[in-house]
């Protein structure tokens, strides 16, 4: 499979040399966003409203999917459904671990272990292939800055990067006025079909509430 909406996102966070993550806290709701809506994509899960259902716990082959589809499974303990907020809120920072992990294990970024201020132990992951992030940056701007017409994946992608707020890592030294409409306007489009594109809706507003909560409580 190629790289997953989730691991495309986790590229545009991490620093190509240094390997830091920024935005950290809003890239981890929308790394989270992005392997739900991968599951729904593959018909495993469904968002409908505030919603989500598992529909399929058949394994994709993917490992980053299926480890979140087996935690899926458990956390629903055989209910037919939970609040998509509650589920991005648990996997948040879980998510991030494992889209990283999965990056490394496809070569596009390594682990470089170093200790802060000389003693606490901590993790960087700089870039190891830049062909999956070029690919990704090339087919964003076609889309946002250019005008093309996005397929079913970018379309949700776009959405997740303009809900969690990511306008700076996707566009960097793009003004956000310049590419936060044309955003909108793909999110809102009808690029997909109409069960997609109403879950694709719908991650987004959940997304979008996680994300404001997390900036009301860190300036607060």
């Given at each position: ?11 545009l966070s ?138 079913v994946r ?67």
């Amino acid at each position: 499979m190629a790289v997953t909406l989730a691991e495309e996102i986790m590229l545009l966070s991490l620093d190509d040399e240094s390997g830091a993550p920024e935005q950290r806290q809003a890239a981890g709701w929308a790394v989270a966003g992005g392997i739900l809506l991968e599951l729904v994509l593959a018909g495993r899960a469904s968002v409908e409203g505030k919603y989500l259902k598992l529909t399929d716990a058949t394994p994709t082959g993917e490992q980053l999917l299926d480890g979140r589809l087996a935690l899926l499974e458990s956390w629903l303990r055989g209910r037919e459904k939970r609040r998509v907020t509650e589920w991005l809120a648990r996997d948040q920072a879980k998510a991030v671990g494992a889209a990283v992990e999965s990056l490394c294990e496809r070569g596009v970024v390594v682990e470089r272990r170093h200790r802060k201020l000389g003693l606490f132990p901590a993790r960087r992951y700089p870039e190891a292939d830049s062909a999956a992030e070029t690919e990704l940056r090339q087919r964003l701007q076609a889309v946002v800055l250019e005008g093309a017409a996005p397929d079913v994946r970018t379309t949700g992608l776009i959405a997740l990067i303009h809900a969690a707020k990511l306008h700076r890592l996707a566009f960097p030294g793009v003004p956000r006025k310049q590419v936060a409409d044309r955003m909108a306007v793909v999110a809102a489009g009808q690029w997909a079909g109409e069960s997609v594109r109403a879950a694709i809706h719908d991650m987004q507003v959940a997304l979008a509430a996680v994300t404001v909560v997390t900036v009301i409580a860190a300036g607060s």
